[in-house]
């Protein structure tokens, strides 16, 4: 099956396109915003990369013609909340007329996965549901994301392709390119931190480990009953749910060295919620997909090889 994978050198789309490999035939689309290409050169040689900004539509809607691909997941955007915030421009163009252009050049007999987010329910204290759950974005970033569902339903249903979108939860693991909290907790006790200087520990997450994401991504965009036209909405996390200080508690578990936390205002979102998990009930109907990493197994893989930038390390040293 050809595959097409926008943003596919990030960081879930680096593990997707390494799961899809061998089996399927991957072309990447990446505009390359944080940093060089991230695969060996094994893998180089078994897939096709376009530098191609998904802003641009006569570029992108070349490279789409010429792969002819029979599915699109497109993970492209900018998500990292801070950096949404700081420059809503480059979010709002990124992540809504970007999708728009993916969108509107799907050919009709391809299947469209978008990766949208949990980030799009209003906030609630029981895990969130695709049916039934009200959306409320409380950000930039979750604006935008409903934004790129509204686009994706649309031109799926003016262009005859099925869809899927994936309301994604918190990712953890290997391979971050954004500095997330855990990514930064990491890099801190990495460097050799003591005193690790930390925003909210309270409010609680869903945590989903990025190779469970990728199989979840290529169960969506390679099987299930979506007919032309139609778009099917899942959520994509573990229906449990985290605090920081919990994490914390597992890293030390998993071998991290002795710490004490030190709040740090800056670091503090206004828009935090205290509760986010997903109700991921549809997703094993429909796609017979279900989480296999526990929460203890995930951050052992995270502290073991956090697969992270160096300067994010030295920044603390």
């Known amino acids: ?32 915003r944080y940093g060089a290409l991230r695969f060996c050169d094994d893998e180089l040689s078994r897939l096709r990369f376009e530098n191609v900004d998904i802003r641009r539509l006569e570029p992108l809607r070349t490279v789409i013609e010429e ?72 950000d930039v970033y979750g604006w935008t ?8 339903r649309y031109f799926a249903k003016a262009r005859g392709y099925s869809a899927g979108i994936v309301r994604l939860f918190n990712v953890i693991g290997p391979g971050e390119t954004n500095p997330h909290v855990l990514p930064e907790i990491v890099a801190q006790l990495k ?3 003591t005193t690790l200087q930390l925003g909210n520990l309270e409010a609680k997450r869903d945590y989903v ?19 032309p036209g139609e778009t099917c909405t899942i959520n994509l996390g573990t229906q449990s749910s985290y605090s920081v200080q919990e994490l914390l508690d597992h890293l030390q578990q998993v071998g991290a060295p002795q710490f004490r936390v030190v709040a740090d205002p800056a670091r503090m979102r206004p828009s ?39 300067q994010w390390i030295e920044k603390y040293r």
């Not at 480990?209 to 007919?227: C, K, L, M, Q, Y």
């Not at 017979?288 to 502290?303: H, R």
């Open 191 to 193: 460097a050799g931190r």
């Open 67 to 138: 792969f002819q691909p029979q599915a699109i997941v497109h993970l492209a955007a900018i998500h990292f909340i801070p950096e949404c915030e700081g420059d809503p421009e480059l979010a709002i163009s990124t992540n809504v007329l970007g999708t728009a252009n993916i969108a509107s050049v799907c050919p009709a007999d391809c299947r469209l996965v978008f990766a949208s987010t949990g980030a799009v329910y209003s906030p609630e204290a029981t895990p969130h549901h695709e049916l039934t759950s009200p959306c409320g974005p409380a």
């Open 145 to 152: 994301k409903l934004q790129g569902e509204q686009y994706v």
């Open 209 to 227: 480990h990025v190779s469970d994401v990728a199989r979840g991504f290529a169960r969506v965009a390679t099987s299930g009953n979506i007919e």
């Open 1 to 32: 099956m050809r595959i097409l994978v926008s943003g596919g050198n990030g960081y879930v789309g680096r593990t997707l396109c390494r799961h899809l490999l061998g089996t399927h035939e991957v072309c990447v689309v990446d505009n390359l």
């Open 272 to 310: 935090d919620r205290p509760y986010l998990a997903a109700d991921i009930t549809r997703i094993g109907q429909h796609f017979q997909w279900t989480p296999q990493m526990t929460i203890g197994a995930a951050l052992a893989d995270l502290w073991q090889d956090p697969d992270i930038p160096q």
